[in-house]
Structures are given as C-alpha cells and as structure tokens.
C-alpha cells in the first residue's frame, strides 16, 4: 500500500528501486487500464535517477557507464591475484611443518 501511495505521490525515494519499481508502474499501468510499456517509458524519463534506471532496457547506452577499470584498478587485481595464492601457499608450507607433515 505504501509503495502505491509513494507511486501516486511521485515519491520515488520510498519506492523499491530498480526493476521492482518498473514492475510496480508496469502492474500499476495495467489494472488501469495505460498501455505497460509506455508508461514505464514515460516513468523513466520522467525520474533518470538511478535507484529507478539502473538494469533498464529503456536508458539511453550513454547513460550507463561501460568504462573499463582504470590502469590503476587493473594492476591492483593482478597483483592481488598474485599475491593471495602466494600468501596462502607460504601460510599452508608453514603449517605443515608445524604439523611435522
């Protein structure tokens, strides 16, 4: 109830987010009678914040950011990727010989 109260006070702040938003316009659109697809057009142009646009076939590809990570992010996964194997084939050594494997 409180999320169609918020849908017909155009509070989206206290709507679900996301597709579960969409879905509530979409099943909302269809009791009375408005063509689904439309009105969750219009609900999206008229609310571009992300808690309703986020996963929508419906936003324009500029908006959504297909960057790739940045050199600096790139470089800290390899070294974590190398390191993490290391520290746990050195902790696993020390162990077994604690063990006296």
């Not at 974590?80 to 084939?89: D, E, F, Q, S, T």
Request: charged letters at 20%; a neutral charge; zero cysteines.
């Amino acid at each position: 109830m409180r999320a169609l109260e918020a849908l017909e006070r155009n509070d989206i702040s206290r709507l679900p987010g996301g597709i579960y938003s969409r879905g509530l316009v979409r099943a909302y659109a269809e009791q009375i009678g408005a063509d689904p697809e439309t009105t969750i057009q219009d609900f999206i142009a008229r609310f571009p914040d992300a808690s309703v646009t986020n996963g929508s076939p419906y936003t324009r590809s500029e908006e959504i950011n297909t960057d790739p990570p940045s050199q600096f992010a790139r470089r800290v996964m390899i070294a974590l990727a190398i390191i993490i194997p290391i520290a746990l084939l050195i902790g696993l050594t020390l162990l077994a010989r604690r063990m006296g494997w």
